[in-house]
């Protein structure tokens, strides 16, 4: 049996923590102008046709504490209904759910595509449907369960520690912490077509 280093050399080169944090960058930044647009359009009808595009005082700003009066006041001033931050925060994570589809329909984000680079197995051999389904489902499992009230704690640590071990692409085999489970790494496009 070859070991690591025999195996790792007979493989496309793996891409390293900083190329797939640069995607991951502009992945978010995607994210953010769809999440933004849609907020101000669909959120703000879906809010009002919910009664609460009004001065409706919100849980968030029940108290009489001063920096919540401030935070309101704030948003008063910005002309933003506090409402819009919980249909950011919906939207954010459906919206994440659904672009996140791309990674598994086309083994690369838009973000991952941009910097040339792609998903294949941890051999160096182009990613399966099932490999793209497992790594897919667990990166992306806390967005979906940020999505429901009860779940949401657990999505916040799900996602801390999927965050955490991203970290762990900077290490020598290059690989995140999901990418470890589900036997996949990320390579340079053109490696893995």
């Known amino acids: 049996m070859n070991t690591f280093a025999e195996q ?58 001063s920096s919540d009066d401030e935070a309101e006041e704030m948003f008063k001033s910005l002309n933003i209904n506090p409402g819009m931050l919980g249909m950011l925060t919906i939207l954010n994570n459906l919206v994440m759910v659904l672009y996140s589809l791309s990674e ?36 992306y499992v806390a967005y979906g369960l940020a999505l429901f009230p009860l779940t949401a704690m657990l999505g916040s640590i799900v996602s801390f520690l999927i965050t955490c071990g991203c970290l762990m692409a900077i290490g020598a085999q290059r690989q995140a912490l999901h990418d470890m489970a589900v036997h996949s790494a990320v390579y340079f496009r053109e490696d893995v077509a």
């Open 8 to 65: 790792y050399y007979d493989q496309p080169e793996r891409v390293g923590f900083g190329r797939r944090f640069a995607a991951t960058l502009l992945d978010g930044l995607i994210v953010a102008i769809v999440t933004t647009i849609l907020a101000f359009t669909v959120g703000t009808k879906l809010l009002h046709v919910l009664n609460l595009d009004d001065d409706t005082e919100l849980s968030i700003f029940s108290d009489t504490d």
């Open 104 to 139: 598994l329909l086309t083994n690369a984000s838009p973000g991952k595509r941009l910097m040339g680079i792609a998903i294949g197995s941890d051999e160096g051999a182009p990613a399966t449907k099932a490999l793209l389904l497992r790594r897919w489902a667990l990166k």
